[in-house]
C-alpha cells in the first residue's frame, strides 16, 4: 500500500470533519470557537483519529459512521496537550510547530479552550451513529473512563508526582499506559466499536492498542533526547532538563530502541488474526517505530 498517500487522505477527511462538528471561529463568543480551532488545526499528525478509522476499515465498517468518533478522541488529546502546556503543568511556549495556546490567548482562554474541546469531544460521541452491539451509552462510557481519572488524568497525575523523584521501570510504565496508550487504545476500539466488532475482535485490537501506545511513547522518549525543536514542533529535551524518567533514561538509548521494536512487534502479532485487512494498522505501527517527529 502506500502509505504516505493513505495517511494523507484520512488526515484530510479527519479535517474537514472536524471542520463540520466544530462551532464555526464566528461564532460567539468567537475568541473561545477562535482558540479551540487554533489548536485542533495547528497541524498535528493526526495519529489517533486516523487508527480510529483504520480499526473501522479492518472490520469493514464505514469510514463517515467513524468520524465523528475520531474527531472526539482528536479533541480530547488536544485538550491535553493544551492543558499540559499551560504554565502550572510543563509550562511550554511551543506546539505543534507554534506557540502554546495560552501564548496566544492567555492562560484563562486557554483552560476554558481545554475545557470546551472536552466537552464537545462527548457532544461528538453522542451525535455518532452507534453500532448493534454497542449503544452510545457504550462510546459515551468508552471514551469518558480513557480520558479520566483512572487513565489519562491518571498518567498525568502519577506524571506530576513523579517529577524530581528515582522512579522504578514499572512506575514509568503505569504512567505511559495511562497517559499515551489509554487515549490511544479507546481510538482504536471506539473505531472497531463503530464497526460492531465481535468481543474477540475487541481484545485482539485493544491487545494491538496497548502495545501500540506503549512503543508509541517509548519512541517519543528516544526522540525528544535525540531530535531538536525545530523538527519535532515541540520543545526538545525538555525529559533531560526536567531529570524526568524516562526509558532512555533508565534503559540507556540502545535497550529504548530494542524496548520500542519489541512493542512493536506485538502490536503487529496482535493483528495476525484479521489477515490482509489489517494491513493500514501494521503499517501505522512501521511508520511509528520509524518516525522523525
Ligand atoms: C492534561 C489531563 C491532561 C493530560 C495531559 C497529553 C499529555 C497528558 C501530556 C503531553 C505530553 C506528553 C509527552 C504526552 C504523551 C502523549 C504524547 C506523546 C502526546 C503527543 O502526541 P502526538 O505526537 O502529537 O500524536 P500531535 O501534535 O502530532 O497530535
Known amino acids: 500500500m502506500d502509505f504516505s498517500r493513505y495517511w494523507s487522505a484520512r488526515q484530510k477527511q479527519v ?3 472536524m471542520n463540520r462538528l466544530l462551532p464555526s471561529a464566528k461564532t460567539r463568543p468567537k475568541t473561545i470557537h477562535e482558540a479551540m480551532r487554533y489548536s485542533i488545526f495547528a497541524g498535528g499528525k493526526r495519529l489517533r483519529p486516523v487508527i480510529c478509522l483504520a480499526a473501522t476499515e479492518v ?4 469510514i463517515e459512521a467513524a468520524l465523528p468518533l475520531a474527531c472526539a478522541v482528536e479533541c480530547i488529546h488536544t485538550y491535553s496537550l493544551i492543558h499540559d502546556d499551560l504554565p502550572s503543568m510543563d509550562n511550554d511556549d511551543f506546539r ?3 506557540p502554546t495556546s495560552h501564548k496566544v490567548y492567555g492562560e ?7 475545557d470546551a474541546l472536552l466537552t464537545v469531544a462527548f457532544e461528538m460521541v453522542a451525535g455518532a451513529k452507534a453500532s448493534k452491539r454497542y449503544p452510545t451509552a457504550a462510546l459515551v462510557h468508552e471514551l469518558a473512563y480513557a480520558s479520566g481519572s483512572q487513565a489519562l488524568v491518571a498518567g498525568q497525575v502519577a506524571d506530576l508526582e513523579g517529577e524530581g523523584k528515582k522512579l522504578k521501570l514499572s512506575d514509568l510504565q503505569y504512567i505511559h499506559l495511562n497517559k499515551t496508550a489509554a ?3 479507546s481510538s482504536i476500539r471506539l473505531g472497531a466499536m463503530s464497526a460492531n466488532a465481535t468481543p474477540k475482535q475487541l481484545a485482539g485490537l485493544t491487545e494491538f492498542g496497548r ?5 508509541f511513547q517509548v519512541i517519543d522518549d528516544i526522540l525528544d533526547c535525540t531530535q531538536t525543536t525545530e523538527k519535532l514542533g515541540k520543545s526538545a529535551g525538555k525529559d533531560i532538563a526536567a531529570q524526568k524518567a524516562t526509558y532512555p533514561a533508565l534503559l540507556g538509548l540502545d535497550k529504548a530502541k530494542k524496548e520500542a521494536d519489541r512493542l512493536t512487534a506485538r502490536a503487529r502479532a496482535a493483528l495476525k488474526p484479521f489477515g490482509k485487512a489489517a494491513a493500514p494498522l501494521a503499517a501505522i505501527a512501521d511508520y511509528l517505530l520509524a518516525r522523525e517527529n
Do not use: M
Open 59 to 62: 472490520l469493514g465498517g464505514k
Open 211 to 215: 502495545s501500540l501506545g506503549l512503543a
Open 108 to 114: 484563562g482562554i486557554a483552560v476554558l479552550a481545554g
Open 96 to 98: 505543534r510547530g507554534k
Open 183 to 185: 487515549l490511544i487504545t
Open 15 to 17: 479535517d474537514a470533519a
